[in-house]
């Protein structure tokens, strides 16, 4: 484990799955799964990040239930209000009580044409709202043979950040495209270069208490067999996982990866 103070983050992006019966029952099991685990609640937070037509389910069975984690959505417009059709305003998420919202998934950049400026806009609405920013930058396999491992999430980040006051709470997801789905994580020493490169922008945007703050999450192919590798290491605050935040055993044993970190 790293030196860290900062709170680990596991969250946990479920892209267009579950509807929002199936998210119900899912959150459900998940905090059962836990609680059955005696997982220590506050030592992790948790954050789950359904489709848009579930968030008020999820979230009238958090706060029902006071399940401790968090509410996230997806992506968010640009802008608060208007005719913008298919559009969700942040304004409409924190009425939900959302608390976050991934911005600049590689999914919304490739198959939504998301550019840099998009996703610097996106960033300044949630933060109108309250909301934190979960920004994500990553490289392809054709930008990592080209210009290594960080030049392209470093380019991405430094222009998200543009104009973010140095107090925002903000989350940054560094995603290599290449290791998305694919079965092929990164490995942890890569993950950790990258992650400490993004934190030095932060600081450089930001300041130092912002870098010292701010969680920087890998993703991009983690399990339970591979989280305990990722957060060993000092600037890998915690992970987005996609697939694996799908299936209940396994999410709960990525939230609890303190048990085979071995500290
Ligand atoms: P994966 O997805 O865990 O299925 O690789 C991660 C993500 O896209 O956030």
């Known amino acids: 484990m790293g030196v860290s103070t900062r709170?680990?983050?596991?969250?946990?992006?479920?892209?267009?799955?579950?509807?929002?019966?199936?998210?119900v029952a899912f959150v459900q099991k998940l905090h059962w799964a836990l609680k059955d685990a005696k997982h220590e609640f506050e030592a992790v937070d948790v954050t789950v990040f359904p489709p848009y037509t579930d968030l008020r389910s999820v979230q009238t069975l958090i706060d029902a239930d006071k399940i401790p984690f968090g509410l996230g959505a997806q992506d968010l417009s640009t802008h608060d209000s208007g005719a913008y059709t298919g559009e969700i305003s942040g304004a409409f998420l924190k009425?939900?009580?959302?608390?976050?919202?991934?911005?600049?998934?590689?999914?919304?950049?490739?198959?939504?044409?998301e550019t840099d400026e998009v996703v610097a806009a996106k960033v300044q609405a949630a933060l109108r709202h309250e909301l934190v920013p979960v920004i994500c930058v990553g490289e392809t396999a054709e930008d990592l043979?080209?210009?290594?491992?960080?030049?392209?999430?470093v380019g991405q980040l430094e222009i998200a950040?543009?104009?973010?006051?140095?107090?925002?709470d903000i989350v940054v997801a560094y995603e290599p495209v290449w290791a998305?789905?694919?079965?092929?994580?990164?490995?942890?020493?890569q993950a950790q270069e990258v992650c400490a490169k993004l934190r030095e922008v932060v600081k450089a945007k930001l300041g130092e208490d912002a870098a010292a703050r701010t969680r920087i999450l890998y993703g991009g192919s983690v399990k339970a067999a591979n989280i305990a590798s990722f957060m060993r290491q000092p600037d890998v605050d915690g992970a987005l996982v996609g697939g694996a935040s799908l299936i209940v055993d396994e999410f709960a044993a990525i939230v609890r990866f303190q048990k085979h970190v071995g500290v």
């Open 7 to 23: 709170t680990p983050l596991i969250a946990g992006n479920w892209k267009m799955n579950l509807d929002h019966l199936q998210a």
């Open 161 to 168: 950040l543009e104009g973010v006051p140095a107090k925002a």
């Open 145 to 153: 043979e080209k210009h290594g491992a960080s030049a392209v999430p």
């Open 95 to 113: 009425r939900l009580d959302v608390g976050s919202v991934i911005i600049g998934h590689s999914e919304r950049r490739d198959y939504h044409q």
């Open 180 to 189: 998305i789905g694919s079965g092929q994580a990164a490995t942890p020493e």
